[in-house]
T-cell receptor, first 109, second 118 residues
Framework: GQNIDQPTEMTATEGAIVQINCTYQ??????LFWYQQHAGEAPTFLSY??LDGLEEKGRFSSFLSRSKGYSYLLLKELQMKDSASYLC??????????WGAGTKLIIKP | GAVVSQHPSWVICKSGTSVKIECRSL??????MFWYRQFPKQSLMLMAT?????????EQGVEKDKFLINHASLTLSTLTVTSAHPEDSSFYIC??????????????FGPGTRLTVL
């Protein structure tokens, strides 16, 4: 079957760095997405990785290792507004998105 | 990107009634729209793919007679939850995909509709 695993909840301090991991097992791979979802709102796009390596976009970076079925989202200089759920999603061989359950990130002052 | 709206943003209804949720693509003609459902603390679950001018494609386990989808135009898809029951209470989200300059299809989501069935 297809499976996306990510931690349920993480806590970090304002100004610090946090890494959210995602491992996946899917039938085929056409890229991995990270989305941010604030409570009660729809997800918004953060990043896309299809090749191995690190993609940096401001305070957020995303890493992919296809051989390990592994990705992480790195958030630097954490701000209170970063408190949200972070969803990992993989595009499978049919280009259908398989979603993880999301990681709730709690930022403390 | 694409701007997607949903209406209503929240609805409370009595058990046994039907509820219609609208999804509009405001600046993009979408031949395909997606309907998701999300229960608290759970993942997004794809319910169906809505195709303009043809029948929707439902995911396994989703009752097509209960969740009626109509994609009558390139900018509007509707999801009707018929004979709603408390277990249908959930967050319903629609999305469209847009091919980007980065050679991938990005999903743009509507703001979601919170359905509560009493």
């Amino acid at each position: 079957g297809q499976n996306i695993d990510q931690p349920t909840e993480m806590t970090a301090t304002e100004g610090a760095i946090v890494q959210i991991n995602c491992t996946y097992q899917t039938s085929g791979f056409n890229g991995l997405f990270w989305y941010q979802q604030h409570a009660g709102e729809a997800p918004t796009f953060l990043s896309y990785n299809v090749l191995d390596g690190l993609e940096e976009k401001g305070r957020f970076s995303s890493f992919l290792s296809r051989s390990k079925g592994y990705s992480y989202l790195l958030l630097k200089e954490l701000q209170m507004k970063d408190s949200a759920s972070y969803l990992c999603a993989v595009s499978d061989s049919n280009y259908q998105l398989i979603w993880g359950a999301g990681t709730k990130l709690i930022i403390k002052p | 990107g694409a701007v997607v709206s949903q209406h209503p943003s929240w609805v409370i209804c009595k058990s046994g009634t039907s509820v219609k949720i609208e999804c509009r693509s405001l600046d993009f003609q979408a031949t395909t729209m997606f309907w998701y459902r999300q229960f608290p603390k759970q993942s997004l679950m794809l319910m169906a793919t809505s195709n303009e001018g043809s029948k929707a494609t439902y995911e396994q386990g989703v009752e097509k007679d209960k969740f009626l989808i109509n994609h009558a135009s390139l900018t509007l898809s509707t999801l009707t939850v018929t004979s709603a029951h408390p277990e249908d209470s959930s967050f319903y989200i629609c999305s469209v995909t847009l091919e980007t300059s980065g050679d991938y299809n990005e999903q743009f989501f509507g703001p979601g509709t919170r359905l509560t069935v009493l």
